[in-house]
């Protein structure tokens, strides 16, 4: 019965869905289960326990199943707004707010754990609902910069996804989505050359995601026109910004000499029960650098390396940089330093330290 909690993900659009079907201050709906997921994160104990899935096919369900909930929750919202313009009532600004915010929740969490996890299939099908399930935040082409940047060069400069230390959340969203990007279409420059195809050919990675994107506002744009369709820009847009600040939380200052092998003292767990069910483990993180084509159900959670809190209350830390650096990252990557990093490494966590404007406390340890 183990793969029965990873649907939670599913019942979260299911609500946004609900909240656009009953109109109103409902349409906040989708954003405020942020809410509930974050007070049984903090009050909950860390979560060890390993959740094997008997049945295969009942834990690879919600993942394809998701894409066809994030369609049904545009088609609520878009429901949502033909019926207010058919009563001759746009919609308040507050109410346009909560959709988008509602959107962009959804868009995010767990768009982007059920994104991630397909990307690393081995099958074609998966690889596809990866690419289209990526549209709903402004990135169908994450699975490049992912596979052949990330998981290569975490923990260095290389590294898009690897926030330096002393960056806020605010100051990395920016950098990380312009890196992901520069990745993108430098691999993609190469792979064209090899292929002898221009970057920009019909069936190219480029322009397959120009389509999504264009497909998925066309169609708002059509039945809802144009107000919906600068909502659903605006939700896209929360969720990328979304999206990087799960990065950003999930590699926060965490250094590794270049061309070294890594290990699991070079990723942050967060392992608590809802941080891991509704991520799809993404959060069980080290095990899943160690293996990753290894399925989300078959990850060992690892108490030994460096671990984070809730990744909800990271969220609502970040958003305050004062209380996530002192009572967070500060505190986490100083016992990281110590405890975790080589002797290189903690020459780099100096240097980074520097840099960021923090105590250098590796020096006053020795003193």
Known sequence: MNYLRYYLGAAIVIAGIIGFLLGDAWVWLGLATFIPLLMIDVIAKKDLKRYDANIDWLAELPLYLHLFLMVALYAAFVHWMMLEQ??????SLILLIGAAFSLGWLGAVPSLPVNH????????????????????????????AHVHTHHIHLGTAKDSDTCPRGYTVYRFIPVAIFGSLKDFFEMESMRCKKTKRSLFAPTGRVMQAIYQIAVLLGLVFWFAGLTATVVAVCAMLISRMLVEAFNYYQHYGLVRVEGKKYDSQHIWNHLYPMSRTISFEITNHNDHHMDSYAPYHKLKPKADGPQMPSLFLCFAAGLIP??????????????????????????????????????????????
């Open 86 to 91: 058919q009563i001759g009532q746009p919609p």
């Open 117 to 144: 996890e397909l990307m690393h299939r081995r099958s074609s099908i998966g690889r596809l609902f990866a690419t289209l399930i990526g549209t709903f935040y402004f990135d169908p082409t994450r699975d490049v």
């Open 322 to 367: 004062p209380i996530w650096f002192k009572y967070i990252a500060k505190p986490r990557l100083k016992n990281w330093d110590f405890n975790h990093a080589t002797a290189e490494e903690k020459e780099l966590a100096r240097e980074a330290n520097k840099k960021a404007g923090w105590p250098d406390w590796l020096n006053e340890s020795e003193a």
